[in-house]
């Protein structure tokens, strides 16, 4: 079974004459282990197509489906608390709560919801994210490629069904964004994790196994780069 589903997605906003389609009846799946990327240039829709599988925003018409659920169906509460549980989100600005350390920070999707921290994985996280002797400063006292190591996980504390990166390497210097392209890699290596990857950056994109290519809000390609 795919991870994902999207199916025949569309997104318009306005009417009539100044009706912009955004995405235009979009489908493609997913399946478990994949890395994929998803670039586009600027209003070719990318952004638009990462809301609606993050749950962000709503689309006009058809379908996210994401382990057998169809998330365009859930409430608002249903839907928060699926993302919270289910969706591992990586943004180009971090969005750290900057009174939490990095441990607090990565342990947030669990406090939301009540459960116990369980030590060994947080500890051996930070181990794999090389953020050990940084667990317990604030995002003010780390550089921006440590905060989003710290990013990445609280994308992966909860085993997600899949990592949605949006631009995660757009605030970074070249060095620092390969460092976090090779982390990325390395968990969908290592862990099995699928991994969603919306970028404008064409070198970056070939780091994955996949790349779909946005254009005018439809697909114009969708190419596997390595058996």
């Excluded at 440590?146 to 390497?169: C, W, Y």
Aim: glycine share 8%.
């Amino acid at each position: 079974m795919a991870v994902l589903e999207v199916k025949e997605l569309t997104k318009e906003y306005g009417q009539g004459d100044s009706k912009v389609v955004a995405l235009d009846h979009v489908s493609f799946c997913v399946e478990r282990g994949e890395f994929v990327a998803i670039i586009g240039a600027s209003g070719s829709g990318k952004s638009t197509l990462m809301n609606m599988i993050g749950g962000i925003d709503n689309p006009t018409s058809g379908d996210v489906i994401i382990e057998g659920r169809n998330i365009s169906k859930m409430s608002e509460d249903e839907l928060a608390i699926f993302r919270r549980r289910n969706l591992g989100m990586i943004y180009q600005f971090y969005n750290l709560v900057p009174t939490l350390t990095a441990r607090e920070n990565i342990i947030l999707p669990w406090r939301l919801d009540g459960r116990k921290e369980n030590k060994e994985k947080v500890t051996e996280l930070l181990k794999v994210l090389g953020l050990t002797e940084r667990a317990e400063h604030l995002p003010s006292q780390m550089s921006g490629g440590q905060q989003q190591r710290v990013s990445i996980g609280r994308a992966l504390i909860n085993d997600p069904a899949f990592i949605l990166a949006d631009e995660p390497t757009g605030n970074l210097d070249s060095k620092t964004s390969a460092e976090i392209i090779d982390l990325l890699k390395y968990t969908n290596e290592q862990f099995n994790q699928t991994i969603l990857l919306i970028t404008h950056d064409e070198k970056i994109a070939l780091r994955a196994d996949r790349i779909i290519t946005i254009g005018d809000g439809k697909i114009i390609g969708d190419e596997v780069m390595k058996a």
